[in-house]
C-alpha cells in the first residue's frame, strides 16, 4: 500500500499512455494518487482523470508560476469548487524566489487567498516552496495565528527552519525524488528527525524522477523508490513506511476517505 500524495497527471507529458501509467502504478501497490492543481483552466481535466479513475484524486489551485494568469483571484473563487466529492485539497499555492516568473507581492496574494479557502473550507493547504523561507514562514505564522488550518509542504526540499515552522503548526513534509539525490545528504537528515506521524511521500510527476530513475519522465510508480529510501534513512522496513505514509495521507486528506466525504459533502 503507497499513496502517491503529489503529482500531475493532467499534464500533456502523460496524454499518449496513461492507462499504462496507472496499471504500473497499481501493480507497484500505489493505491491512491493525489493530483495538484496548477491552475484553474485545468482543474476540468483533473476532474476528468478523477471521474474515469476511483483513486485519483484532485486539489484546487494556482501554482506560483502561474499567477500573473489570476491576478484577480480570491478565496472565493477556488471555494466555489470544493463541493465536489474528488476535490480533497486547495493548492498547489506557494512562493517560487528561484525562478519569480509571477511578481514576489502577486505570489504572496494568492498565497494568501488560497490560505483563507482552506481555513473556511477545512481542506488541507498544498505549499509550493522554493528559496522563499523567511516570507513563507511569516505568512503562514500570521495566517495560522489568525486561525489554524492544516497542510504539508510538497516536494520539502527547505531548511531545517522551515521544517521544524512547518511542524510546529501541524504540517506535513513531503518527500520527493530528492531524497534519493547524492547532492541531498541534508535533506535526508532532516527527514530521519521528522516525526512519523507527519511524514508523507510523493512523485511530483513528471518532474525529479528519482534514482534509479534519474533522467526519465517521472510517474508514479516512482514513488517507491522514495518509500525505499525514507525507510533506509529511518532504519525501519519498506512496509512500515508504506503503510505509516498511507495512513498519514488518509488522516490529513479526511475527504479521501468515504467518511471524509460524508463529513464535507453531506452525501
Avoid at 503507497?2 to 496524454?15: A, I, Q
Amino acid at each position: 500500500m503507497l499513496v502517491d500524495s503529489h503529482c500531475h497527471l493532467d499534464f500533456n507529458d502523460f496524454e499518449d499512455d496513461m492507462d499504462e501509467i496507472i496499471d504500473r502504478a497499481r501493480e507497484c501497490g500505489v493505491n491512491m494518487m493525489l493530483n495538484a492543481g496548477n491552475n484553474l483552466d485545468e482543474l476540468p481535466n483533473q476532474l476528468e482523470l478523477s471521474e474515469r479513475y476511483p483513486f485519483i484524486y484532485a486539489a484546487v489551485g494556482v501554482h506560483p508560476h502561474n499567477a500573473q494568469e489570476y491576478p484577480d483571484l480570491t478565496a472565493a473563487d477556488l471555494l466555489a469548487h470544493v463541493g465536489h466529492k474528488k476535490i480533497i485539497g486547495i493548492g498547489e499555492t506557494g512562493l517560487d524566489y528561484y525562478y519569480d516568473y509571477a511578481p514576489r507581492d502577486l505570489q504572496i496574494k494568492l498565497l494568501r487567498e488560497h490560505i483563507k479557502a482552506a481555513q473556511e473550507s477545512g481542506l488541507p493547504l498544498i505549499i509550493h516552496n522554493r528559496e522563499s523561507d523567511e516570507d513563507m514562514m511569516s505568512v503562514l505564522d500570521e495566517a495560522y495565528r489568525n486561525k489554524p488550518f492544516a497542510g504539508m509542504i510538497h516536494c520539502f526540499s527547505s531548511s531545517r527552519k522551515l521544517a521544524d515552522f512547518a511542524l510546529s503548526i501541524g504540517f506535513y513534509l513531503s518527500a520527493s525524488g530528492m531524497i534519493t539525490f547524492n547532492k541531498c545528504a541534508e535533506l535526508r537528515e532532516i527527514f530521519a528527525d521528522v516525526p512519523p506521524e507527519r511524514l508523507l511521500v510523493e512523485t511530483d510527476s513528471p518532474f525529479l524522477a528519482p534514482i534509479p530513475k534519474r533522467g526519465r519522465r517521472n510517474e508514479p510508480s516512482f514513488v517507491i523508490h522514495m518509500a525505499e529510501k525514507l525507510a533506509q534513512i529511518r532504519g525501519l522496513p519498506f512496509e512500515k513506511i508504506a503503510q505509516l505514509t498511507s495512513d498519514n495521507f488518509c488522516n490529513l486528506f479526511r475527504k479521501a476517505s468515504d467518511k471524509g466525504r460524508r463529513d464535507f459533502c453531506n452525501d
